[in-house]
């Protein structure tokens, strides 16, 4: 397996510490990005020349080139990017306001956006270097009270999207990665935000914030396996574009699939007609 420098944000806790203990065990060296850095203090203790932890809030896109800065000072060129940070949220469209929705949106796309771009330019002239962006089931499919929260993971899938194949022909690779439950500390009552309940959603969203909470340490999820199977992936000569994980995601994102395919080849020839007649469908570039 290759030796790898990573950059993890929000590598405090769950699927981001996991990520960086697994790393860590092969070999590699981290530069863990956090709010809160005193709370790997045990990793750096027992690896203090392959560990860097950096205090770093990712909805801070001007600070992400200083963390860059400081990941190659430190270890060199960076391999691996880990875009992880970020929180829940829960609330109807009508209970979040502008405030609520554009924090989830510097979360989970602005500020892995600027980390990107940062790390970029010399993975491009090396020809080599992976880009793991931590999206979720909920980055492709939504349900009530999920909607600032799937705003943002939507958006880092569609720009990743199109990021891979922008960087593809320079030798490096995008992989999306869509957990269901995992049993990190995304359920906690003083993790999960939650917008003020209205009497109108009240029956509706209730049972949603109650189960949210209600999973919290209970979460089928392994981090450490994912962790794992992240690695493997990072270090095998091909992965795919997007990667569900846990067998929730799987069900619910074959479903979703499915219930699309059905409703487009059910309404395709209504939406076909939407052209000019007898003028041929566009061709383009990719």
């Not at 001007?62 to 992880?84: I, K, Q, T, W, Y």
């Not at 067998?247 to 699939?257: F, G, N, T, W």
């Amino acid at each position: 397996m290759n030796r790898n420098n990573w950059i993890i944000t929000g590598a405090s806790s769950g699927l981001g510490r996991a990520l960086a203990e697994a790393a860590l065990a092969a070999g590699d060296t981290v530069v863990a990005a956090m709010r809160r850095p005193e709370r790997i203090d045990d990793l750096v203790e027992a690896n203090p020349d392959s560990i860097l932890p950096v205090q770093f809030d990712v909805r801070e896109a001007s600070a992400a080139v200083n963390l860059v800065e400081a990941a190659v000072g430190r270890f060199g060129p960076v391999d691996v990017l880990v875009n992880n940070g970020g929180v829940g949220q829960i609330g109807a469209a009508e209970e979040i306001d502008d405030a609520r929705l554009r924090n989830m949106l510097d979360q989970h796309l602005l500020g892995p956006a600027a980390l990107t771009r940062a790390v970029l330019p010399d993975m491009r002239e090396r020809g080599w270097g992976t880009i793991v962006q931590i999206s979720s089931q909920g980055g492709r499919i939504s349900f009530p009270g999920a909607g600032s929260y799937s705003a943002g993971k939507f958006a880092l899938e569609g720009w990743s999207e199109a990021l891979a194949g922008e960087v593809t022909p320079f030798g490096i690779r995008v992989l999306i990665v869509e957990p269901s439950r995992f049993r990190t500390g995304f359920n906690a009552a003083d993790v999960l935000e939650l917008a003020d309940p209205s009497e109108a959603y009240a029956d509706m969203l209730g049972a949603i914030r109650a189960d949210m909470l209600a999973a919290d340490g209970k979460q089928e999820g392994d981090p450490v396996r994912a962790a794992e199977i992240i690695r493997s992936l990072v270090d095998a000569e091909s992965a795919p574009l997007r990667i569900p994980l846990g067998r929730e995601a799987v069900r619910r994102l074959r479903h979703a699939y499915r219930r699309s395919l059905d409703e487009l080849d059910r309404y395709a020839e209504l939406s076909a007609g939407a052209d000019f007649p007898g003028l041929p469908e566009s061709v383009r570039p990719v």
